[in-house]
């Protein structure tokens, strides 16, 4: 079957399209954002400005503008920006708005159908063997508009582009999606004063997670609009009946038309990336970027983000690769991302978590995240678990941090011997009276005890050590040459080296206690 071009429309229906658009002429008559969500900003923009030509043109240069106007939506659409099916109802939005510009219907539709005949698209010729002519795709680059780049999360995550979000299993990935649909879903704003987003729809993938037990707790937990997250669970098979997973290779058609039957998609959560393969290898880079370019396609077209959570590999504790090489499979997830971050463990602190940049192509480098994880009580007998921020960003080195968390997760139980090392080193350098603290920082990071950019209230194991030693900082001088110092307390608060001592083989009683007093059996 042929498809052929459609026939000039007859007087009787030319008057009764005139008379259904007249009746509902007004501003939005035909909206520029479903033309921009359906075809795209730069087709938007052709019939805006056609639009805009034809009515700041004189009466007496309207028809010449209009007849312009027709000439420049046929080659759009001979070019592949518009459907050939719209040329003719846009340009008589356009006569009706401006009263036909004082001609008879007769004659605009044939200015109209005339415009129609010149576009030039081969036919789908569905009975053919031979497929179509293969041709590049290709455009003037004076022809094309710049666009301002729109972010739904200011600087971390922007419309229509992939964003990945990686990190060990465990760690909060998942509550992340969920905080990020409820802020969407809500227009609500960020954290640590990074600005807000319009609200908007979510369309929500999950394969590891049970939707009633685990995905809607979280949603409820982080304040979704539930009404705006779509959960997607399975697609029809090819004929049409029973279920299979959503496939990037097969169904990113079934996804475009979800999100267009939806109108407001913001955002996409795919969760995790490597279940919707559809078999693929997801370590080839050639094969991923065929499975990853439709989805680009797609959601460029229509402005929505995707965030895309995947896992870290491995391979990195020795400190010989960077967290941008440790996310799970190909290259070409990384390099078809325009931002990656990960969701790192705080090395000191097994309660807190880390959102750290690995990759941002589009905007300046982000500043680190801290959360902790919180139960809350969200129906009756149901818990689920939300992200709790702190009030600041924090300046950890994301391959530092990989690296320093995985080293200690592989010593567990043996955290013990750094904090002696810092009680040893405190004693050593306090033993002869108080001393600046910008001082005691920096021998400790020349001892490898402290990292380059941190401060040692910032960390931990000093922390911990300053409070065995009844370490004290006091505030010398006022005004601008004033100082802070540390110094030993008179009592120490504990030994070294007592802690975790087997009972039988405890501490010696006989020897001069911490007070001056022998200790002993009383």
Same mark, same amino acid.
């Not at 678990?385 to 960003?393: K, L, Q």
């Given at each position: 079957?042929?498809?052929?071009?459609?026939?000039?429309?007859?007087?009787?229906?030319?008057?009764?399209?005139?008379?259904?658009?007249?009746?509902?002429?007004?501003?939005?008559?035909?909206?520029?954002?479903?033309?921009?969500?359906?075809?795209?900003?730069?087709?938007?923009?052709?019939?805006?400005?056609?639009?805009?030509?034809?009515?700041?043109?004189?009466?007496?240069? @309207?028809?010449?503008?209009?007849?312009?106007?027709?000439?420049?939506?046929?080659?759009?659409?001979?070019?592949?920006?518009?459907?050939?099916?719209?040329?003719?109802?846009?340009?008589?939005?356009?006569?009706?708005?401006?009263?036909?510009?004082?001609?008879?219907?007769?004659?605009?539709?044939?200015?109209?159908?005339?415009?129609?005949?010149?576009?030039?698209?081969?036919?789908?010729?569905?009975?053919?063997?031979?497929?179509?002519?293969?041709?590049?795709?290709?455009? %003037?680059?004076?022809?094309?508009?710049?666009?301002?780049?729109?972010?739904?999360?200011?600087?971390?995550?922007?419309?229509? @582009?992939?964003?990945?979000?990686?990190?060990?299993?465990?760690?909060?990935?998942?509550?992340?999606? !969920?905080?990020?649909?409820?802020?969407?879903?809500?227009?609500?704003?960020?954290?640590?004063?990074? *600005?807000?987003?319009?609200?908007?729809?979510?369309?929500?993938?999950?394969?590891?997670?049970?939707?009633?037990?685990?995905?809607?707790?979280?949603?409820?937990?982080?304040?979704?609009? %539930?009404?705006?997250?779509?959960?997607?669970?399975?697609?029809?098979?090819?004929?049409?009946?029973?279920?299979?997973?959503?496939?990037?290779?097969?169904?990113?058609?079934?996804?475009?038309?979800?999100?267009?039957?939806?109108?407001?998609?913001?955002?996409?959560?795919?969760?995790?990336?490597?279940?919707?393969?559809?078999?693929?290898?997801?370590?080839?880079?050639?094969?991923?970027? !065929?499975?990853?370019?439709?989805?680009?396609?797609?959601?460029?077209?229509?402005?929505?983000?995707?965030?895309?959570?995947?896992?870290?590999?491995?391979?990195?504790?020795?400190?010989?690769?960077?967290?941008?090489?440790?996310?799970?499979?190909?290259?070409?997830?990384?390099?078809?991302?325009?931002?990656?971050?990960?969701?790192?463990?705080?090395?000191?602190?097994?309660?807190?978590?880390?959102?750290?940049?690995?990759?941002?192509?589009?905007?300046?480098?982000?500043?680190?995240?801290?959360? %902790?994880?919180?139960?809350?009580?969200?129906?009756?007998?149901?818990?689920?678990?939300?992200?709790?921020?702190?009030?600041?960003?924090?300046?950890?080195?994301?391959?530092?941090?990989?690296?320093?968390?995985?080293?200690?997760?592989? @010593?567990?139980?043996?955290?013990?011997?750094?904090?002696?090392?810092?009680?040893?080193?405190?004693?050593?350098?306090?033993?002869?009276?108080?001393?600046?603290?910008?001082?005691?920082?920096?021998?400790?990071?020349?001892?490898?005890?402290?990292?380059?950019?941190?401060?040692?209230? @910032?960390?931990?194991?000093?922390?911990?050590?300053?409070?065995?030693? *009844?370490?004290?900082?006091?505030?010398?001088?006022?005004?601008?040459?004033?100082?802070?110092?540390?110094?030993?307390?008179?009592?120490?608060?504990?030994?070294?080296?007592?802690?975790?001592?087997?009972?039988?083989?405890?501490?010696?009683?006989?020897?001069?206690?911490?007070?001056?007093?022998?200790?002993?059996?009383?």
């Amino acid at each position: 079957m042929t498809f052929q071009s459609r026939s000039p429309l007859t007087p009787a229906e030319v008057a009764r399209r005139a008379e259904v658009l007249t009746a509902s002429r007004g501003p939005n008559l035909t909206s520029e954002k479903a033309d921009a969500r359906q075809y795209g900003e730069r087709a938007a923009g052709i019939i805006r400005e056609c639009k805009r030509d034809v009515a700041l043109a004189s009466n007496d240069g @309207k028809l010449a503008a209009f007849e312009a106007a027709a000439t420049a939506l046929s080659a759009a659409a001979t070019d592949r920006w518009l459907p050939k099916a719209i040329i003719a109802d846009r340009l008589q939005e356009i006569a009706v708005a401006h009263s036909f510009f004082g001609k008879s219907q007769e004659e605009i539709q044939q200015i109209i159908s005339n415009a129609v005949a010149k576009i030039d698209v081969p036919p789908i010729d569905l009975s053919a063997k031979a497929p179509p002519k293969r041709r590049l795709i290709a455009h %003037r680059a004076s022809e094309l508009e710049p666009e301002k780049l729109v972010w739904v999360w200011p600087g971390r995550i922007p419309e229509g @582009k992939l964003v990945l979000l990686g990190g060990p299993p465990g760690l909060g990935k998942s509550q992340w999606t !969920a905080f990020i649909s409820a802020t969407v879903s809500n227009g609500g704003r960020w954290p640590c004063g990074e *600005g807000s987003t319009l609200p908007g729809d979510v369309i929500f993938m999950s394969a590891e997670d049970g939707v009633q037990d685990t995905i809607i707790p979280r949603l409820i937990a982080a304040g979704a609009d %539930r009404e705006r997250v779509h959960i997607v669970s399975a697609a029809t098979k090819p004929d049409g009946t029973g279920r299979k997973t959503f496939s990037l290779k097969t169904d990113v058609d079934l996804l475009e038309e979800m999100a267009k039957r939806i109108g407001t998609v913001k955002l996409i959560i795919v969760d995790p990336i490597s279940a919707y393969m559809g078999g693929s290898d997801c370590n080839g880079n050639s094969e991923t970027r !065929a499975l990853l370019e439709p989805l680009a396609d797609m959601t460029n077209r229509l402005r929505i983000a995707v965030v895309a959570v995947t896992h870290l590999n491995k391979g990195g504790g020795a400190g010989n690769q960077s967290a941008l090489n440790r996310f799970v499979g190909s290259i070409a997830f990384v390099a078809a991302a325009r931002a990656a971050f990960a969701v790192i463990e705080d090395p000191e602190d097994d309660g807190r978590r880390f959102l750290l940049e690995a990759k941002n192509n589009l905007g300046k480098k982000c500043k680190g995240l801290a959360f %902790r994880l919180e139960q809350r009580l969200v129906r009756n007998d149901v818990m689920s678990s939300n992200v709790m921020f702190e009030g600041d960003h924090v300046s950890e080195s994301i391959d530092e941090a990989l690296t320093a968390s995985e080293n200690r997760g592989s @010593k567990k139980g043996q955290s013990g011997s750094g904090k002696e090392d810092v009680m040893r080193f405190l004693q050593d350098v306090l033993s002869a009276g108080a001393v600046d603290v910008l001082e005691v920082e920096r021998q400790a990071r020349a001892a490898a005890l402290l990292e380059d950019d941190r401060r040692l209230n @910032k960390s931990k194991v000093f922390r911990d050590a300053r409070d065995a030693l *009844g370490v004290t900082s006091s505030r010398e001088g006022f005004g601008p040459g004033s100082r802070f110092v540390l110094a030993l307390s008179a009592t120490p608060l504990a030994p070294i080296g007592a802690i975790d001592v087997p009972s039988q083989n405890g501490a010696p009683m006989d020897d001069m206690g911490a007070n001056g007093e022998f200790g002993g059996l009383q």
